[in-house]
T-cell receptor, first 114, second 113 residues
């Protein structure tokens, strides 16, 4: 599990500010994912990436931007944070030709937007 | 897209009892069904998964059953222990290409000593 890390672990920001959440994995996994976790909604996919420079939208992509210039990093940016983006964000990675093999989750980032 | 319903949302059992969590899915093409456990304040971790070519899979005290005709699958935990207390998530996916997991909303299991 130490192979996938997220930073920061906790973040408080204000409405309208740009925030970037970092995700780094040391396994050279092909697939990486961003989820948000909210009470009553479970885990919802924001964006995912099949490889460097290949990204695609998930269930709830609005208000978020991702990039993947290197295999090991998958940052998530909130361009103009809103209160509805207050959540716990999990990054995950998977080493498989199919995106549905075991996903290993990072420790999460708790984001509060005031 | 895929829709996964999970029941119950909360489940309280006494230590030693069995616990069953049920999920239904909508897309008949789904063929991969993992279960994740998330302890309080921790990350989700895979505990067991099943693919559509089998109807049941066991790993010590946990088992998963799959009914493709009815499009539902279940997690069974026997001889529950307090350390089984956690939130459990089911998920479903089509195991090909760029398909992704769709998670249920989770079941909070509380095992009382």
């Amino acid at each position: 599990d130490a192979g996938i890390t997220q930073s920061p672990r906790y973040k408080i920001t204000e409405t309208g500010r740009q925030v970037t959440l970092m995700c780094h994995q040391t396994w050279s996994h092909s697939y990486m994912f961003w989820y948000r976790q909210d009470l009553g909604h479970g885990l919802r996919l924001i964006y995912y990436s099949a490889a460097a420079d290949i990204t695609d939208k998930g269930e709830v992509p609005d208000g978020y931007v991702v990039s993947r210039s290197k295999t090991e990093n998958f940052p998530l940016t909130l361009e103009s944070a809103t209160r509805s983006q207050t959540s716990v964000y999990f990054c995950a990675s998977s080493d498989s030709a199919a995106s549905t093999d075991t996903q290993y989750f990072g420790p999460g980032t708790r984001l509060t937007v005031l | 897209g895929e829709n996964v319903e999970q029941h119950p949302s909360t489940l309280s059992v006494q230590e030693g009892d069995s616990a069953v969590i049920k999920c239904t899915y909508s897309d008949s093409a789904s063929n991969y069904f993992p279960w994740y456990k998330q302890e309080l304040g921790k990350r989700p971790q895979l505990i067991i998964d099943i693919r559509s070519n089998v109807g049941e899979k066991k790993d010590q005290r946990i088992a998963v059953t799959l009914n493709k005709t009815a499009k539902h699958f279940s997690l069974h935990i026997t001889e529950t222990q307090p350390e089984d207390s956690a939130v459990y998530f089911c998920a479903a996916s089509i195991n090909s290409g760029y398909s992704t997991l769709t998670f249920g909303k989770g079941t909070m299991l509380l095992v009382s000593p």
